[in-house]
């Protein structure tokens, strides 16, 4: 039964875990083997590792997430950690067509400054350059001070190692710059170090000296680090040997002595330090102790160019008394330089093939790139012509929306100007009419009124001549208002005072009339027919005044708005309501319809209003002079 149970429980997991996979978005599911290996990489588990990282590639979809190249540069990293340089630099190579979807700017910096050291460890220099200049670029860009001095740093040694002195001077200075703008304690030290070995190479002693010193200082801080002071030791001694201060380098070589027996015999710093002390003894002749150095630098993995160290054991096999193993030595350094003659032209056969490869696999990485860029090329003309295509779209409609609006503004203009030229032909028709009957009434009644006048007073009827002489008056004054006002000698401003006056003797009420002092001269400048319509609809309006609104004072003001450059007439009265409803209103009669008439044609406009406080109705006009 619990055999079952257990099968049971085993089946279930077995369908819920591929279930939960599948339910877990891609790319974070991704991120976290990621993280896993990651982690296990620090506590140096690289089986284990490795195995998070298999599961991330066999995932399907995997190369289409983002996360894809930075699984691919962190399994190159593992690569480098278990010695697979090869296999490392391939995998780093893979990520470089994936780097254009890479936002983040320091995974740029970091491939292409690994690439670059992978590149000089295969001795492909030309490809190194290159890419440690991308990676310089590239933190350029990112702006991070940290990076910038590592990076520095690893040109200057690249080009140390190449022998192109001023290209490294220049890039260890640029590093020291860059790193002290950081808190980084071991690229400072690293950084001084590599100077003070490039300021010597290139003669500059007292630069040289200075920088062995700085990293000396940082080594011997309160922490005090053996094998950084045993790294300084070789720059000290280069200095202290040029500038002849035999002393300094007798102390440095006992404080040597005393690190030595801190760290381990085989570690990089102390066969570094044997290496500068073999050179103190030998260069001392000092030839047991020095011997003795060199027999243990043959012996142990120390690096140390063989043909120098045999041709120095040689030496001092001489100055002890062993001429013997001295020839012998002697001899072995000259067959290992035929042998290193050999190697090298091997090594260059080797480097040739290996440029070769690589570079038929950039050529590879090249041409995918040049077919990506295409394919996004031609994407970009394509939306490029369809933005074009919209904005012509647009273009189009905007124009014949632009030209619908001209039109019906051009409609509504010839509407206006239709209104305006009909206003002015019944104006003029009626104006031809009062004239007409102005004439009528003063060559025909008048006049037939005058004979009925001297007859009646002929045959003794004085009142009867006295009555046909008021109505003959009468007949007269209204030809002469009938009669369209001449305005080649008087001007609009005594027009309308003639008027007012008449007006106010007629009807027996108040009647003034007020202008202003630059006035006088401006009025004569209007045109005949501004004035004449202006006359008009201040007659009309005064009558209308006088017969509606039972008024008993009426003040009519003209005056010269010299801000805005036009008339403003001003018709105030005392009655009971509005004097004229403006021509908007709608209200129906000639009077009125004639003022909105006149309004229209000399361009002008009117407001009308009450004031309670003084019991008043007040008429604006306001006009221009043209």
């Not at 910038?148 to 140390?160: P, Q």
């Not at 200075?173 to 100077?195: G, P």
């Not at 394509?382 to 904005?391: K, S």
């Not at 009025?523 to 509606?548: F, G, K, S």
Request: charged share 25%; hydrophobic share 40%.
């Amino acid at each position: 039964m619990r055999v079952f149970r257990l099968s049971c429980l085993l089946f279930c997991l077995l369908i819920y875990c591929p279930m939960t996979c599948r339910s877990i978005p891609l790319d974070t599911l991704l991120t976290r083997w990621y993280d896993k290996a990651a982690s296990l990489m620090a506590d140096g588990a690289y089986d284990s590792a490795q195995y998070y990282f298999d599961r991330a590639f066999a995932t399907k979809g995997a190369k289409e997430s983002p996360v894809y190249p930075i699984l691919l540069n962190e399994q190159a990293t593992l690569l480098v950690y278990r010695g697979n340089l090869p296999a490392a630099l391939e995998t780093k190579k893979k990520v470089l067509p994936y780097l254009p979807r890479v936002k983040n700017l320091e995974t740029h910096v970091s491939v292409y400054n690994d690439l670059g050291i992978l590149y000089h460890r295969h001795n492909m220099q030309d490809s190194a350059i290159y890419y440690y200049n991308k990676a310089l670029d590239a933190a350029v860009k990112y702006g991070d001070a940290s990076w910038l001095a590592n990076l520095s740093l690893n040109l200057g040694v690249f080009h140390f190692n190449l022998k192109h002195y001023p290209e490294a001077e220049k890039f260890i200075d640029q590093a020291l710059q860059y790193v002290q703008q950081t808190n980084d304690t071991l690229t400072t030290f690293n950084i001084w170090q590599v100077r003070a070995g490039i300021k010597a190479q290139i003669n500059k002693t007292e630069e040289a000296g200075f920088s062995a010193r700085k990293a000396w200082q940082i080594a011997s801080s309160p922490q005090e680090n053996p094998e950084w002071q045993l790294r300084c030791i070789s720059s000290l001694y280069r200095y202290f040997q040029r500038t002849h201060q035999n002393d300094s380098i007798t102390y440095y070589i006992q404080k040597g002595n005393e690190l030595l027996k801190k760290v381990s015999i085989h570690s990089i710093p102390a066969i570094g330090f044997i290496q500068v002390r073999s050179t103190a003894y030998y260069e001392s002749r000092q030839y047991a102790k020095a011997l003795k150095d060199l027999i243990y630098l043959n012996t142990t993995p120390s690096g140390t160019e063989k043909k120098s160290l045999f041709e120095k054991m040689a030496v001092c096999y001489q100055h002890t008394g062993q001429p013997e193993k001295a020839f012998l030595y002697m001899d072995s350094a000259r067959m290992w330089t035929d042998s290193l003659a050999k190697e090298q032209l091997t090594k260059q056969i080797a480097e040739f093939n290996v440029k070769y490869q690589t570079q038929e696999k950039e050529l590879e990485i090249a041409q995918l790139q040049h077919k990506v860029l295409r394919s996004k090329m031609h994407l970009l003309t394509i939306c490029i012509i369809l933005v074009l295509l919209l904005m012509g779209i647009v273009l189009i409609i905007l124009t014949q929306r632009q030209k619908r609006k001209m039109a019906e503004r051009k409609l509504q203009q010839i509407e206006q100007e239709k209104k305006l030229e009909s206003a002015k032909r019944f104006i003029d028709g009626l104006e031809e009419e009062c004239k007409y009957f102005a004439k009528e009434l003063h060559d025909g009644i008048a006049n037939d009124l005058l004979a009925l006048q001297m007859k009646t007073e002929i045959e003794g009827h004085k009142e009867l001549s006295a009555s046909v002489g008021e109505l003959r008056k009468n007949v007269r004054t209204i030809s002469h208002k009938l009669m369209p006002p001449v305005f080649d000698h008087v001007g609009l401003d005594d027009l309308l005072e003639q008027m007012t006056r008449n007006l106010a003797e007629s009807f027996k009420v108040t009647i003034s009339y007020t202008t202003d002092g630059h006035l006088q001269t401006e009025t004569h400048a209007l045109l005949p027919d501004i004035a004449h319509n202006v006359y008009r609809i201040v007659q009309e309006i005064t009558m209308n005044i006088l017969q509606h609104a039972q008024a008993t004072e009426i003040h009519v003001g003209f005056s010269w708005l010299a801000d805005t450059k036009n008339y403003l007439l001003t018709i105030t009265d005392n009655g009971q309501q509005a004097t004229a409803p403006l021509p908007a209103t709608g209200i129906r009669g000639i009077g009125l319809h004639t003022i909105a008439d006149r309004v229209k044609i000399i361009h002008g406009s009117t407001r009308q209003y009450r004031d309670d406080d003084k019991h008043e109705n007040i008429f604006e006009l306001t006009f221009q002079p043209e």
